[in-house]
Structures are given as structure tokens and as C-alpha cells.
């Protein structure tokens, strides 16, 4: 059980990294829409199939609940505004005034 934080990476409106969620590999998809300047999140198996996309990056949201279906992560993604202004996602918000989370299936997190 942890908390692993997902590394956004700002200056690449679209990338993709493989990480281990639970145990299992995945590739997370990251793109940065330029009109709603709002970031969206894609989930794909190892071997490249889309498990989901489209998954718009808000905060205080837990961003799979509705999601939820075979050879999804178990555990669950959020975003979190680390100034505590609980200001939305923008295009800027990965240079330092936000955080995507995934938290393992089965950990605790205070509300």
C-alpha cells in the first residue's frame, strides 16, 4: 500500500510513460488540450490497449471511480492543488502548484 506520485511532465503537452500501479505495468498518456488549456489522462494496458481516455485532471475528484472495469488499476488517481487554494487544473498547474496522485488499493487517505 503507498502513494505514488505521477510525474506530469509540463513542458510536453502530449507524452506517455510506462509505471508499475499495484503491481501491474501501465502506460499513462498525458495531453494537454490548447483550448480548454486543461490536461487529460489516457490509461493503457502494457502490450498498448486503452483501458480509458479522456479522463479530464481536477481536483479533489477521484478521477477512476467511474471507470471502474477489468485490467483497470485497482487503486485510484487524484489531483491536488498544493497551494491549498483549491484552484483547478490548468496548462501551467505541473510547474509546482499541483500533484497527480495514484493511491494504491487499500491505503488509508485522510479526507
Not at 485490467?71 to 498547474?93: A, C, I, K, Q, Y
Amino acid at each position: 500500500m503507498a502513494i505514488v506520485q505521477i510525474p506530469v511532465d509540463p513542458f510536453q503537452p502530449d507524452h506517455q510513460f510506462s509505471i508499475a500501479l499495484d503491481g501491474v505495468i501501465y502506460i499513462l498518456a498525458f495531453q494537454l488540450n490548447s483550448r480548454s488549456k486543461r490536461w487529460f489522462m489516457t490509461i493503457k494496458q502494457e502490450d498498448g490497449t486503452i483501458l480509458v481516455s479522456g479522463v479530464a485532471l481536477v481536483i479533489s475528484y477521484s478521477l477512476l471511480d467511474r471507470f471502474k472495469k477489468a485490467g483497470m488499476p485497482p487503486g485510484n488517481f487524484f489531483v491536488f492543488d498544493d497551494s491549498g487554494l483549491d484552484r483547478e487544473v490548468t496548462e501551467d498547474s505541473f510547474q509546482g502548484t499541483h500533484s497527480l496522485v495514484y493511491v494504491e488499493e487499500g491505503t488509508p487517505i485522510d479526507e
